[in-house]
């Protein structure tokens, strides 16, 4: 049974937000962006398909977002807030409002990487290096990330000192597992 007051039922998203929920920022290789790689904040919440009635309390309390399957499993489904302007109008308000526990300092880092990214702090190489290592913070200090912060770091150093907007072409690491390369919601060529 869902709690029936709405203040209970804010500290309920909050809870299982804590528990099953995951605030991130891939860092994907694209080519013709300024510096060869793009910042890609996303919110979610997995759950089994049986339990798609909590997914659809997020998708209703926040207003925004919406309800996919989990690519390779039909049985999960996730919650997914991928709309930069949703999660600096919606999505983080929210969370400011009601308090994290377990996963507040990831939320702080996703939050400052938001409104960054709104202010355009990404423009600069500077800005943008500063947003990398801000990334690389969250979620036990990228640990399941593709590339190491040196690679992506080195990129953006050489496409900044040539000048050049084209990213130089690098392999994941050897190795590591589509599980240690993080969620993929999609096919596997939408991102790291």
């Not at 500290?11 to 013709?32: H, I, M, N, R, W």
């Not at 939320?107 to 990487?113: L, T």
Request: charged letters at 30%; aromatic letters at 8%.
């Amino acid at each position: 049974m869902l709690p029936g007051r709405r203040k209970e039922l804010m500290y309920y998203l909050v809870g299982f937000t804590d528990a099953e929920g995951c605030f991130s920022v891939s860092l994907k290789k694209q080519e013709g962006t300024r510096f060869g790689w793009v910042l890609d904040p996303v919110f979610h919440v997995t759950q089994h398909k049986s339990n798609r009635i909590v997914l659809e309390i997020f998708r209703r309390t926040l207003m925004c977002g919406r309800i996919i399957e989990k690519h390779g499993q039909p049985d999960t489904l996730v919650y997914i807030v991928d709309n930069r302007r949703q999660l600096a109008e919606k999505v983080i308000p929210f969370f400011r409002r009601h308090r994290l526990i377990l996963k507040h300092r990831d939320f702080e880092r996703f939050a400052e990487i938001v409104e960054a990214l709104e202010e355009k702090k990404h423009a600069t190489a500077e800005g943008f290096r500063e947003l990398v290592q801000k990334a690389f913070e969250m979620n036990s200090a990228g640990k399941q990330r593709r590339y190491t912060l040196e690679e992506i770091l080195g990129d953006i150093a050489s496409v900044t000192s040539s000048g050049s907007s084209e990213a130089i072409r690098r392999t994941p690491r050897e190795g590591v597992s589509n599980a240690e390369k993080g969620r993929r919601y999609g096919p596997p060529e939408m991102g790291a």
